[in-house]
Each structure stands twice: as structure tokens, then as C-alpha cells.
């Protein structure tokens, strides 16, 4: 079976930044687009960034935009994460998920068909 595995999570200081890295393991299988999520005790998972396999497409939730970069390795079939300028409100497990249908949906969680087992960022003030 296929796993995806998050790691690079931490402890930072607000400002700091962080890269997180997800790599697909065991048996091959082919996905449309990478997301990234995060979910914060008591809060909704919420949407950070995704980017298609092929192409240059990636799209941010708002409160990362310019902060946050979403790149990947297809060769290695892992994604990254470079989260710069975090702040205390980043603080959260955050989780990569495939989806293995197209057009792309990155932003609803139901979009996707394989999840990562979470890594946990958490940003001191």
C-alpha cells in the first residue's frame, strides 16, 4: 500500500521558517496533485498549498500566501513545503494527501485519496 510520509516538523521561533518534506513510499501509484493541509486543536483541517504533478500549477490558502512555497520533486515523488516568516497562528499538524483524479482540486479535503499520518510545527512567540 502506498504511504505518504511528512517530515522536517519542529519547534521554530516566530519569524523562522521551516521546510517540510512528503515522500510516497511502497507500491507506485499515479496522483493528479499534492496538497498540503494543517489542523490546529479545536480548529477545522484547513487548506495551505498544493501543486500538480505536471505543469507549474499551485495554489495558497490566504493566510500563507506569500509566506509559504509548495515545490516537488517528481523524480522522488516527494513534495516540500518552505514555510518562511512563521507566526504562533501556523501552529498545527500539518498533513500532505494525493489525489488521483483530474482536473485538480486543491482545497477540499474530500478531493483527496491517500493521507500522510501528520507532522507536528509548532511556532513559539
Known amino acids: 500500500q502506498v504511504q505518504l510520509v511528512e517530515s522536517g516538523g519542529g519547534l521554530v521561533q516566530a519569524g523562522g521558517s521551516l521546510r517540510l518534506s512528503c515522500a510516497a513510499s511502497g507500491r507506485t501509484f499515479s496522483s493528479y496533485g499534492m496538497g498540503w493541509f494543517r489542523q490546529a486543536p479545536g480548529k477545522e483541517r484547513e487548506f495551505v498549498g498544493g501543486i500538480t504533478w505536471s505543469g507549474d500549477s499551485t495554489r495558497y490558502g490566504d493566510s500563507v500566501k506569500g509566506r509559504f512555497t509548495v515545490s516537488r520533486d517528481n523524480a522522488k515523488n516527494t513534495v516540500f513545503l518552505q514555510m518562511n516568516s512563521l507566526k504562533p497562528e501556523d501552529t498545527a499538524v500539518y498533513y500532505c494527501?494525493?489525489?488521483?483524479?483530474?482536473?485538480?482540486?486543491?482545497?477540499?479535503?474530500?478531493?483527496?485519496?491517500?493521507w500522510g499520518q501528520g507532522t507536528q510545527v509548532t511556532v513559539a512567540s
Open positions: 494527501a494525493a489525489q488521483n483524479s483530474a482536473p485538480v482540486v486543491f482545497t477540499r479535503p474530500r478531493n483527496y485519496d491517500y
